[in-house]
């Protein structure tokens, strides 16, 4: 019997661009006589036929050097040359390299990692998950005999109590908090939309709750920060899960601002401001300084929906172990570590690179903790902040976490090419980060949808294939187990 529901379909959803960002060109000189020697050679469709000409038409999937069956050396008449293309040398940073950003473009285009040619397990940032190896025994080398329905990936989220909600997610992750406002109507959707497919869940962040979120209620989480903007009982009574953020691990301790260019009539409404002035997230929660004020907020929505699992998002300063226990005796089921990696382009660079603890730090020191406490079992943490690959998801449950909130990643699979503007004027050009209504357009809802599915399925497989060739048969045998991790500082040594 399979031990999950059965999961979203993947629909092949390529760029919405004409001519898709490549590692690699091929020049086609005059020389060429047409024979088709690389349409028949090339397994990528690089080359197509069209009206009688042979055409390079898919640069962007060509995996260059890696290439079992090489057109340029095959061509008769030498026509082909293969290079680097220069624009993809110039994208993405030393997390999100340009590597990474294209391996998630081909895995929100087919479902699944790329064959070849693209590194998508790491970045080159020379630390954090960029330096950590998940260390595969080798009785397992090879793929386990186990069926993929056979593994479960599932997680519960309520650990703590009967009478709240029981939710089994049948993927350890859901979507972390993105503000309409921050992003655009149609990326919230299809952010949710896919939540919805995976029987998971995609957070509101705390720009309110835009109406059309309404038919995906169950698999919304509400959340309630310091701004309180589209604060209402009445959306708290609506969800499952309800989320206190009290910081973001991109930048805790600076609350959040949205410039008055992307305060839209729309976004204005939903928070209550007045269009055009710019709005401001306090830090820290005014009401609350110690763990009896959390409670009260805890007690708070538990008045208003009994029912509802609580859900705490804070950053990771150095003492995030007492946090973590604070959060669970006030009454918490879910404990959110946003680490200092994370945030769209709008966190500057400088919070994020200097104030909260990586989450791979954060993430171990939380689990220890809650174990002397007595508590581990009781409650669910999940981790968020720089988590953008299949292996990352698996590195931090390795560490101690049950799951992961994904947020970037998702907006990559929309195309986002990690430029750092999503703040500014009327914000992103590829209409993810925007509230400009024209600029939204730029998305069109099933395709936003599909993608994102066709990225968590890509993920969903190589976590089954990750876990197979760890020998084991669920993902909550992987909670911990940093034995099954190995840093590059400490190989060969
Ligand atoms: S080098 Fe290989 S992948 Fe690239 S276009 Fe030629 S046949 Fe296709
Ligand atoms: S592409 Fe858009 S969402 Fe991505 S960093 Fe640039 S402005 Fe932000």
Not at 3 to 27: A, D, M, Q, W
Not at 438 to 449: N, P, R, S
Not at 450 to 471: C, S, T, Y
């Amino acid at each position: 019997m399979s031990l999950n529901s059965k999961p979203p379909e993947v629909v092949i959803t390529p760029s919405r661009f004409r001519n898709p960002i490549g590692k690699y060109r091929l020049h086609r000189t005059d020389d060429c006589i047409g024979c088709g020697k690389c349409v028949e050679l090339c397994p990528y469709g690089v080359h197509v036929i069209q009206a009688g000409h042979v055409l390079t038409k898919n640069h962007y999937r060509c995996v260059g050097p890696e290439c079992p069956n090489p057109c340029h050396e095959a061509c008769p008449v030498g026509a082909l040359a293969l290079n680097r293309n220069p624009t993809f040398d110039t994208m993405g940073d030393l997390r999100w390299t340009p590597d990474l950003l294209l391996s998630t473009w081909y895995m929100a285009e087919n479902g699944t990692v790329p064959p070849r040619g693209l590194e998508y397990r790491i970045g080159a940032s020379d630390g954090g998950f960029d330096r950590l190896r998940l260390v595969f025994p080798p009785a397992h080398r090879s793929q386990s005999e186990a069926l993929n329905e056979d593994v479960d990936i599932g997680i519960y989220l309520n650990r703590r109590d009967g009478s709240s909600h029981h939710i089994r997610i049948d993927v350890p992750f859901y979507g972390g908090g993105m503000s309409y406002g921050s992003v655009s109507i149609i990326t919230m959707l299809s952010r949710v939309r896919a939540a919805a497919a995976f029987g998971t869940f995609c957070c509101t962040g705390e720009g309110g709750y835009p109406d059309e979120l309404k038919p995906y209620d169950d698999h919304v989480i509400t959340q309630v920060a310091t701004g309180l903007f589209g604060v209402r009982e009445e959306t708290i009574q609506r969800v499952r899960i309800a989320e206190f953020k009290y910081a973001q691990g991109a930048k805790p301790g600076l609350g959040g601002h949205l410039l008055g260019d992307k305060v839209t009539p729309a976004v204005a409404g939903m928070r209550e401001a007045v269009a055009g002035y710019p709005l401001f997230s306090p830090f820290p929660f005014h009401s609350v300084y110690s763990v009896e004020d959390h409670k009260k907020h805890v007690d708070w929505i538990k008045t208003i929906n009994p029912k509802a699992l609580i859900t705490v998002k804070v950053s990771t300063p150095t003492d995030v172990d007492m946090v973590a226990v604070g959060i669970y005796y006030a009454g918490a089921h879910i404990i959110h570590l946003d680490g200092s990696y994370g945030g769209t382009g709008a966190a500057p660079d400088i919070a994020k690179k200097n104030i909260a603890m990586p989450i791979e730090y954060a993430v171990p020191r939380v689990h220890r903790f809650l174990k002397e406490e007595g508590i581990r079992d009781k409650i669910t943490v999940m981790a968020s902040g720089g988590i953008r690959t299949p292996h990352d998801v698996a590195k931090i449950i390795a560490l101690g976490a049950d799951g992961v909130c994904t947020g970037t990643a998702e907006l990559v699979a929309l195309e986002c090419i990690r430029c750092h503007n999503c703040e500014s004027g009327r914000g992103c050009a590829r209409g993810i980060a925007t509230t400009d209504p024209e600029l939204t357009e730029l998305i069109d809802l099933e395709w936003g949808t599909q993608r994102i599915i066709n990225l968590l399925m890509a993920w969903r497989k190589e976590l089954i294939r990750i876990l197979k060739r760890l020998g084991m048969k669920s993902i909550t045998e992987l909670v911990g187990r940093t034995d099954c991790l190995a840093h590059l500082d400490y190989m060969n040594k």
